[in-house]
């Protein structure tokens, strides 16, 4: 994928985590347990807080071959973000991002 341009890749992997790839090596990271109720949106919301980790760090993250490296510590973080993002989607209902009760009828 690195191939196509993006400076970072990331892969999620369900119950066995995320990982991230730089073009220098590999970090991963696990899961956040939670019980799970629906998983609609849950890979959004996993990107979302990766990203707003990633974002803080645009040197890291050019396309035109002077990237400078992204911390181990800056990539953990960010798939940690995503991890705990998506924890909480998964224990909602839907992809309101709030809890809500169907209407009986």
Do not use: H, W
Not at 37 to 45: E, F, N, R
Not at 65 to 75: D, I, Q, R, S
Request: charged share 20%; glycine share 12%; proline share 7%.
């Amino acid at each position: 994928l690195r191939s196509f341009g993006p400076p970072v890749v990331i892969a999620t992997r369900g119950e066995k985590g995320s990982m991230l790839y730089d073009g220098r090596g590999f970090v991963s990271f696990g899961i956040i347990p939670c019980k799970v109720v629906d998983t609609l949106a849950a890979g959004d919301s996993f990107i979302a807080g990766a990203i707003s980790t990633l974002a803080k760090y645009p040197e890291c993250l050019t396309r035109d071959g002077n990237a400078k490296p992204l911390p181990v510590e800056v990539a953990t973080e960010a798939l940690k973000n995503g991890a705990t993002m998506s924890s909480k989607t998964l224990q909602m209902q839907g992809s309101t991002g709030k809890p809500f009760m169907l209407e009986k009828k």
